[in-house]
T-cell receptor
Framework: AQSVTQLGSHVSVSEGALVLLRCNYS??????LFWYVQYPNQGLQLLLK??????LVKGINGFEAEFKKSETSFHLTKPSAHMSDAAEYFC??????????FGSGTQLTVLP | EAGVAQSPRYKIIEKRQSVAFWCNPI?????LYWYQQILGQGPKLLIQ????????DSQLPKDRFSAERLKGVDSTLKIQPAKLEDSAVYLC??????????????FGPGTRLTVL
């Protein structure tokens, strides 16, 4: 079985501040990990993915995430938040022979 | 490049009625997915097609939900009869189909279903 836990259903940061969205996973086999972003009334868009190559993964819009096997984590970060980053973010896990499983999401609010 | 198209965008029906959703994936994408996203939750896979064959429908409530992908391109998802708990956004996604585990999935805008 596999699962994803996203700590904090709502996160608020000031514009220009560090963005940190937490994701912990559970998987009995080596995982593949993804971060998706969803803007209002739109579908999900892939930000970045870890597929067992480099543990530090860089994505679009200045986001990056680090796979830490010892902590079973894949937290998403961005050094400086922009108003346009306000959206819902989903962490997801898959593994060989298994479907993609999403977390429950984190709503990011960026304050002026 | 055109994205994944879905219609309708919104649908309101009464319980026990039937409803159908349509999806047109990105051209050339062999794999098509239907997800259900209930308010406050992440998307949950209902069914996955590879071309016109079903790869995974383990979470599809087969007593009321059905899906088909004729000719390996467009797909329809049907609910008959609908229940109140079916109120959700139904997302369609597609991917190239090279590796089901690491392929990037491209999502459509979804259909928001409200069952009264």
């Amino acid at each position: 079985a596999q699962s994803v836990t996203q700590l904090g259903s709502h996160v608020s940061v000031s514009e220009g501040a560090l963005v940190l969205l937490r994701c912990n996973y559970s998987s009995s086999v080596p995982p593949y990990l993804f971060w998706y972003v969803q803007y209002p009334n739109q579908g999900l868009q892939l930000l970045l993915k870890y597929t067992s190559a480099a543990t530090l993964v860089k994505g679009i819009n200045g986001f990056e995430a680090e796979f830490k096997k010892s902590e079973t984590s894949f937290h998403l970060t961005k050094p400086s938040a922009h108003m346009s980053d306000a959206a819902e973010y989903f962490c997801a896990v898959s593994a060989r022979g298994r479907q993609l499983t999403f977390g429950s999401g984190t709503q990011l609010t960026v304050l002026p | 490049e055109a994205g994944v198209a879905q219609s309708p965008r919104y649908k309101i029906i009464e319980k026990r009625q039937s409803v159908a959703f349509w999806c047109n994936p990105i051209s050339g994408h062999a794999t098509l997915y239907w997800y259900q996203q209930i308010l406050g939750q992440g998307p949950k896979l209902l069914i996955q097609f590879q071309n016109n064959g079903v790869v995974d429908d383990s979470q599809l409530p087969k007593d009321r939900f059905s899906a088909e992908r004729l000719k390996g391109v467009d797909s329809t998802l049907k609910i008959q009869p609908a229940k109140l708990e079916d109120s959700a956004v139904y997302l369609c996604a597609s991917s190239l189909g090279g590796d089901r585990n690491t392929d990037t999935q491209y999502f459509g805008p979804g259909t928001r279903l409200t069952v009264l």
